[in-house]
């Protein structure tokens, strides 16, 4: 309780520091984004599912340098980083696992079938982002297989203008490495962008680069970003778009996977990411939209360091998937319905050769004939050559009750299915299980949500059973002193979850005003239910947040911004803790100025494995665009 104390008086004395900030326009208006759910376009304020949104706007606000920071920020995703940087983090949402959060990237699933732990390998720099979109609640009837628990939907800018955009930052803890002399700890970074708009076409060229010397023994970093983005508009009813993303991410894995023994571990992992896209309209009532799309990783880890071939694996994947969506609008609705198949294979040395396919279909309706009423109601059918047949209905409900309220309920099953580590993998610390079944899970959620103009804000309560959950555990009995038990998955039985959650995004002064203050707030409450054995010691079962609060400040002045992004987590198997990021920016015509101090109060934490996270940490930038 003195904790809790403590940590609410640092909050206050964070929001009353600085009342002179900064001009950001805001030009993105919430209630009108569009939700691409694959096939059926539905506004933000018409949802009825469980939406978070962070806007182009909060980006460059807030005081984070990865996606894996972003993310910490959305209220009920859960961000375990076993490295800052953006150089190794495990996203879940709502007390899931995160095997059971789908990845996507502009609707198209990128999610890793060796390890979600590379889903967040991401070829996508910063600058190169729009929004970010996170779906709560079983998704596999939008997306598929593996949305178990929800999905987060990357979506990467339209060019509008020909400008190219330069950024660096640098900063330090100004703290000796904690198990080394090698100096000081820092991290530094560079983003380049080029973007070219003509009257059909538009691209967009982005490079980003950063590195680290690591903050303890063995946890220096470095990361390479390329991503091409292109669209070719004919026309007002066609739409041609393509990407290309490489990245290629290396870091020092100490205490990343299999801690203590894997000290001098070390892993590089090289990712390559394409897709075609198109959407045509054929008729004022159809459209269709086709896609195909290929992943391609690379992961090599060194158990016991570069130095030996001893304990070092290396595996390759690739996924090569294909779709089609249409939608048919009627008079009294609209129908969706649509194909995909997904071909996943991996050759591993710890692993093994393996393929396995996945078919999907589905059909979905949408209307909004009975008055103040909006419903969605479908079913996906899955096929998978190795778990065989799914089928997973769902049903969304809105009822408007006055302009700005309305009552929401949804309700859907999902399925998430082994990764290749889960069945097959063959190490000193951690063996597959080829006998492990996917996990199957229902969840219901009703809530209210009120939305205006200056004002979003929603209150949920949701209750989720998961039927066969995996789970990686070992034995904690006495073994032969320099004996490695190794982490084997077992489905372990039911996994319920019941969860409150609430959040409110209000624009406090008027749009004109000369000081202007923004501000989130949210609230997460997850009450998890699972048994383990006696003597039994849990990987993941056992991480989740059991409460989360989140509050953000923008104070914005003339050319200054003051934000400030403050969180508190109170996890199940570790400590609670509190941290507060600041960042004060000034823009010039072109060129903006920005100063960040992240952990404010230099709180000690670990969010995943044995890693204990940055202390506090200074750093500052300087981003450029020149337009021509």
Same mark, same amino acid.
């Given at each position: 309780?003195?904790?809790?104390?403590?940590?609410?008086?640092?909050?206050?004395?964070?929001?009353?520091?600085?009342?002179?900030?900064?001009?950001?326009?805001?030009t993105?208006?919430l209630?009108?984004?569009?939700?691409?759910?694959?096939?059926?376009?539905?506004?933000?304020?018409?949802?009825?599912?469980?939406?978070q949104?962070?806007?182009?706007?909060?980006?460059?606000?807030?005081p984070?340098r990865?996606?894996?920071?972003?993310?910490?920020n959305?209220?009920?995703?859960?961000?375990?980083?076993?490295?800052?940087?953006?150089?190794?983090?495990?996203?879940?949402?709502d007390?899931?696992?995160?095997?059971?959060t789908?990845?996507?990237l502009?609707?198209?699933?990128?999610?890793?079938?060796?390890?979600?732990?590379?889903?967040?390998?991401?070829?996508?720099p910063?600058?190169?982002?729009?929004?970010i979109?996170?779906i709560?609640g079983?998704?596999?009837?939008?997306?598929?297989?593996?949305?178990?628990?929800?999905?987060?939907?990357?979506?990467?800018?339209?060019?509008?203008?020909?400008?190219?955009?330069?950024?660096?930052?640098?900063?330090?803890?100004?703290?000796?490495?904690?198990?080394?002399?090698?100096?000081?700890?820092?991290?530094?970074?560079?983003?380049?962008?080029?973007?070219?708009?003509?009257?059909?076409?538009?691209?967009?060229?982005?490079?980003g680069?950063?590195?680290?010397?690591?903050?303890?023994?063995?946890?220096?970093?470095?990361?390479?970003?390329?991503?091409?983005d292109?669209?070719?508009?004919?026309?007002?009813?066609?739409?041609?778009?393509?990407?290309?993303?490489?990245?290629?991410?290396?870091?020092?894995?100490?205490?990343y996977?299999?801690?203590?023994?894997?000290?001098?571990?070390?892993?590089?992992?090289?990712?390559?990411?394409?897709?075609?896209?198109?959407?045509?309209?054929?008729?004022?009532?159809?459209?269709?939209?086709?896609?195909?799309?290929?992943?391609?990783?690379?992961?090599?880890?060194?158990?016991?360091?570069?130095?030996?071939?001893?304990?070092?694996?290396?595996?390759?994947?690739?996924?090569?998937?294909?779709?089609?969506?249409?939608?048919?609008?009627?008079?009294?609705?609209?129908?969706?319905?649509?194909?995909?198949?997904?071909?996943?294979?991996?050759?591993?040395?710890?692993?093994?050769?393996?393929?396995?396919?996945?078919?999907?279909?589905?059909?979905?309706?949408?209307?909004?004939?009975?008055?103040?009423?909006?419903?969605?109601?479908?079913?996906?059918?899955?096929?998978?050559?190795?778990?065989?047949?799914?089928?997973?209905?769902?049903?969304?409900?809105?009822?408007?009750?006055?302009?700005?309220?309305?009552?929401?309920?949804?309700?859907?099953?999902?399925?998430?299915?082994?990764?290749?580590?889960?069945?097959?993998?063959?190490?000193?610390?951690?063996?597959?299980?080829?006998?492990?079944?996917?996990?199957?899970?229902?969840q219901?959620?009703?809530?209210?949500?009120?939305?205006?103009?200056?004002?979003?804000?929603? /209150? &949920? @309560?949701?209750?989720? +059973?998961? =039927?066969?959950f995996? %789970?990686? !555990?070992?034995?904690?009995?006495?073994?032969?002193?320099?004996?490695?038990?190794?982490?084997?998955?077992?489905?372990?039985?039911?996994?319920?979850?019941?969860?409150?959650?609430?959040?409110?995004?209000?624009?406090?002064?008027?749009?004109?005003?000369?000081?202007?203050?923004?501000?989130?707030?949210?609230?997460?409450y997850?009450?998890?239910k699972?048994?383990?054995?006696?003597?039994?010691?849990?990987?993941?079962?056992?991480?989740?947040?059991?409460?989360?609060?989140?509050?953000?400040?923008?104070?914005?002045?003339?050319?200054?911004?003051?934000?400030?992004?403050?969180?508190?987590?109170?996890r199940?198997?570790?400590?609670?803790?509190?941290?507060?990021?600041?960042? /004060? &920016? @000034?823009?010039?015509? +072109?060129? =903006?100025?920005?100063? %960040?101090? !992240?952990?404010?109060?230099?709180?000690?934490?670990?969010?995943?494995?044995?890693i204990?996270?940055?202390?506090?940490?200074?750093?500052?930038?300087?981003?450029?665009?020149?337009?021509?």
């Open positions: 309780m003195l904790n809790k104390k403590i940590s609410l008086t640092k909050l206050a004395i964070l929001l009353s520091i600085g009342t002179s900030s900064a001009q950001v326009k805001d993105t208006t209630n009108e984004v569009i939700i691409n759910q694959n096939r059926l376009q539905i506004p933000f304020s018409k949802q009825s599912k469980n939406i949104i962070l806007t182009q706007e909060d980006i460059q606000r807030l984070n990865s996606i894996n920071e972003l993310l910490t959305i209220p009920g995703v859960d961000v375990r980083q076993r490295g800052p940087f953006g150089s190794q983090a495990d996203i879940s949402i007390g899931g696992s995160f095997e059971q789908a990845i996507l502009n609707g198209v699933k990128i999610t890793d079938p060796q390890s979600a732990h590379h889903n967040m390998n991401l070829p996508v910063v600058e190169a982002i729009e929004r979109e996170i709560r079983p998704a596999s009837r939008i997306f598929g297989i593996n949305a178990l628990t929800g999905a987060i939907n990357i979506v990467t800018k339209t060019v509008e203008s020909n400008q190219v955009i330069a950024q660096v930052y640098g900063g330090s803890s100004f703290k000796d490495n904690e198990q080394t002399s090698s100096g000081k700890y820092y991290a530094k970074g560079a983003q380049l962008a080029t973007q070219f708009n003509t009257r059909h076409s538009s691209h967009g060229l982005y490079i680069h950063e590195d680290s010397n690591g903050q303890r023994y063995n946890t220096a970093s470095n990361n390479n970003k390329l991503y091409y292109a669209t070719y508009r004919p026309n007002g009813s066609n739409l041609l778009k393509a990407n290309f993303g490489y990245i290629d991410n290396q870091f020092g894995a100490n205490g996977y299999a801690a203590p023994t894997d000290k001098e571990a070390y892993e590089q992992v090289k990712t390559a990411f394409s897709s075609i896209q198109s959407q045509h309209q054929l008729t004022p009532a159809l459209s269709i939209s086709p896609r195909i799309s290929n992943r391609y990783n690379e992961d090599e880890y060194w158990y016991l360091g570069r130095t030996t071939t001893k304990g070092r694996s290396k595996h390759y994947s690739n996924v090569f998937g294909a779709e089609v969506n249409a939608a048919l609008e009627q008079q009294y609705g609209t129908f969706g319905i649509g194909l995909e198949s997904r071909f996943e294979r991996i050759n591993s040395t710890a692993i093994g050769s393996h393929n396995r396919e996945n078919y999907g279909g589905y059909l979905e309706f949408k209307t909004e004939a009975i008055a103040n009423l909006m419903l969605n109601a479908g079913a996906y059918v899955n096929y998978n050559s190795r778990f065989g047949w799914q089928v997973f209905p769902g049903l969304d409900l809105g009822y408007t009750i006055t302009e700005h309220w309305k009552f929401v309920l949804s309700a859907g099953s999902a399925q998430r299915i082994p990764s290749f580590t889960d069945l097959y993998t063959n190490q000193t610390a951690n063996i597959g299980n080829p006998d492990l079944t996917s996990e199957n899970a229902y219901i959620e009703g809530g209210i949500k009120y939305l205006s103009n200056r004002i979003v804000a929603q /209150a &949920s @309560y949701f209750h989720r +059973d998961i =039927n066969d995996i %789970d990686w !555990q070992k034995n904690e009995g006495a073994v032969a002193e320099g004996t490695v038990v190794p982490w084997k998955p077992s489905n372990i039985g039911r996994n319920t979850v019941d969860g409150f959650n609430a959040s409110v995004r209000y624009q406090l002064s008027d749009p004109s005003a000369t000081t202007r203050y923004y501000t989130t707030i949210s609230y997460n997850l009450n998890p699972i048994k383990i054995e006696d003597g039994i010691r849990s990987k993941y079962a056992i991480e989740n947040l059991r409460q989360q609060v989140i509050l953000n400040l923008t104070v914005n002045h003339k050319n200054w911004t003051l934000t400030t992004a403050n969180r508190f987590n109170e199940i198997s570790y400590k609670s803790y509190f941290i507060a990021d600041i960042r /004060a &920016s @000034y823009q010039f015509t +072109d060129l =903006n100025i920005f100063a %960040d101090v !992240q952990n404010i109060f230099d709180k000690s934490y670990i969010e995943a494995a044995a204990p996270m940055p202390g506090r940490w200074f750093s500052l930038g300087a981003k450029y665009k020149f337009k021509y």
